[in-house]
């Protein structure tokens, strides 16, 4: 005989109604066919997934949607988050026409503060309009973008860079004082030091005791030859070699550098030419670009102990550990 079952789900209309479903006798006698409700989440996964369908394949309000399911408003709202609404339900505004406007000009590059000007809106009402469209990086609208930025920049910090250039003139030339004239020992340890920090070291596995200096600055390696003066090895002595890019002139470097430094340009050997790399970003070049100089001293293993016997010695002195 069919029974009555309590069930908000089994027949359409509103929440706790009580639908009937026929139960047929088993063919055993004494055993009944029992009904298992389905579980909570399930019920409510089938009523999100019908209340959804209503909305955007039958594009229904939410009153309507309200009617048809029997559910309350904030329930319905709630289940269609995220669900644009259709666009029959859109109320026409008088403002579209300027939205449509505002995401063409932040399309062509232009500011939110442009764009408020242009359309006569706040700042504000222009940032909601447009916050989803991001500006371009390229293009003539962004170049005047970033030459604002870097001149608004400059003038925010002007007063404080010359200040701070006026300081730093100040304590340049009060350390230089410090200097003095320096001595046959002061060269002494100051090539050293600098050599043990930029030339060219004999190593466990490699030994190769002699001098060998590489570097970019002139300063430094005035110094260097400087050192070398001290230790009785003329300029014509060591052999000297340019390691240059491949896309720069090297022989215009090595007369350069035989020029900045004077040095014999019969002892420049054949340079050498670093390969491009693409992946690399290169910032120098142009004209001040003049590579790397190898000062190379032949015969300089004595040397190259004495200043591994200096630099042990400050080690020491200073605390550090010694090689």
Known sequence: MPVSVYHPAILPGAAGSVGTVVAFRPAVPGRETSYRPPSVSTMVDDVAAEVRRLRTEEQLSVPQIRARTGLGRNRVHELLRGVPPPDWTRRPNARDDLRAEAEALRAEGRTVPEIATHLGVSKSTAHTWVAHIPLPLDGPAAERRRAHARQMNEARWA?????????????????????????????LLLGAAIYWCEGTK???????DRLQFVNTDPGLLSIFLAFLAACSVARTVPAYRVSIH?????????RWWAAR?????????????KKHNPKTVRRNVGGSYHGCLVITVPNSSELYWRVEGMIARLFRISGGASR
């Open 159 to 187: 007063r404080y860079e010359k200040d701070r250039e006026a300081a730093r003139v100040d304590v340049r030339e009060r350390a230089a004082e410090v200097v003095g004239v320096l001595s046959e020992r002061d060269l």
């Open 202 to 208: 004999s190593k466990p596995w490699r030994r190769d």
């Open 246 to 254: 491949e896309s720069a002139d090297a022989e215009v470097a090595a």
């Open 261 to 273: 430094l004077d040095l014999p340009i019969g002892r420049f050997q054949r340079p050498t030419l």
